[in-house]
């Protein structure tokens, strides 16, 4: 008989849960900050060099486009479905940005001088 019928003490252990070195440690740290499989993802891989000189395609002169990846390029994964960038949005019609609010004419500099004079305006 082939096999073993006994019960085993970890049935699921990491190995079964992630496989793999690189990709377990990926779907660990994914995990830990709360990412979903829903989520929308981007991978892009930076320290990459593009030639923008035409060359014969040689390892010396590449053709026009060729990317290069450097020994120490890194892979940089964007979560978009938690990107807290918003942009601002101006609700009261009364409110205006600072440098509105203040004259050309009437700004000073630190030598109590107006601003004009110091450009050399007449």
Known sequence: MIG??????????????YPGGMLGQLAI???QMGWESGDDVAVEIAGTSVYEI????????PVKGTRKINKD????????????????????????????????SKQQSDSGKPADEHSGAS
Request: charged share 30%; hydrophobic share 35%; proline share 7%.
């Open 73 to 104: 390029a890194f892979i940089v994964i964007k979560n978009r479905s938690r990107n807290p960038t918003i942009p601002s949005v101006n609700d009261d019609p009364e409110r205006l940005a600072h440098h509105s609010k203040v004259e050309a």
């Open 4 to 17: 073993n019928l006994e019960p085993e003490e970890h049935v699921m252990n990491d190995s079964v849960m």
């Open 54 to 61: 035409d060359g014969a395609g040689t390892k010396w002169a």
């Open 29 to 31: 740290a994914l995990e």
